[in-house]
């Protein structure tokens, strides 16, 4: 299919291990964008990226988070040293225009 | 501080009727609105959007209008369909872009056979 991948679909982990998310854009996407929804709430931005760049990082909520992205294409969520806290739901999206196109997302579970 | 709300976080609708889902804003800089649909185990998926300059946009059995006096828009789904149950989030951004979406908490709507 041509629509945004994310992997793993589920992941859980211990508390204060790191993991890695991964996001596969629909191809030709120059915006890459980062949420998560934790449980009962909203969703809540995290970054975003045009190409490489990420122009705003406001939403990463510690410096534990950090995000990169190569080639304008795939992209990585990494969270370091992760907390209880951690543990939601983490949607990418991707858009060449207005429009978001979210991939399925990872669960992470952090116990 | 949510720039974003949806005060019902659910709604029961019976089949046939009109759901009427709504959301406010507090950032009178808001100029974009859309409304996504989201399903368990899905990302969320976009329903329809409305840009400042209109007060309402229609597609099919989906309209949403907006009022930017009361910073406030509403989707109407009209006649409700079962398998129009989902959670329905709210988004507004500055511009049409999209690096600024803002989201709203949600509001599950169920419709009832």
């Known amino acids: 299919g041509a629509g945004v991948s994310q992997s793993p679909s589920n992941k859980v982990t211990e508390k204060g291990k790191d993991v890695e998310l991964r996001c596969d854009p629909i191809s030709g996407h120059t915006a890459l964008y980062w949420y998560r929804q934790s449980l009962g709430q909203g969703l809540e931005f995290l970054i975003y990226f045009q190409g490489n760049s990420a122009p705003d990082k406001s939403g990463l909520p510690s410096d534990r988070f950090s995000a990169e992205r190569t080639g304008g294409s795939v992209s990585t969520l990494t969270i370091q040293r992760t907390q209880q806290e951690d543990s939601a739901v983490y949607l990418c999206?991707?858009?060449?225009?207005?429009?978001?196109?979210f991939g399925p997302g990872t669960r992470l579970t952090v116990l | 501080d949510q720039q974003v709300k949806q005060n019902s976080p659910s709604l029961s609708v019976q089949e046939g009727r009109i759901s009427i889902l709504n959301c406010d804003y507090t950032n009178s800089m808001f100029d974009y609105f859309l409304w996504y649909k989201k399903y368990p185990a899905e990302g969320p998926t976009f329903l329809i959007s409305i840009s400042s300059i209109k007060d309402k946009n229609e597609d099919g059995r989906f309209t949403v209008f907006l009022n930017k006096s009361a910073k406030h828009l509403s989707l109407h789904i009209v006649p409700s369909q079962p398998g129009d149950s989902a959670v329905y989030f709210c988004a507004a951004s500055q511009g049409s872009y999209g690096q600024n979406f803002v989201f709203g908490p949600g509001t599950r709507l169920s419709v009832l056979p």
């Open positions: 999206a991707s858009s060449r225009w207005n429009e978001q196109f």
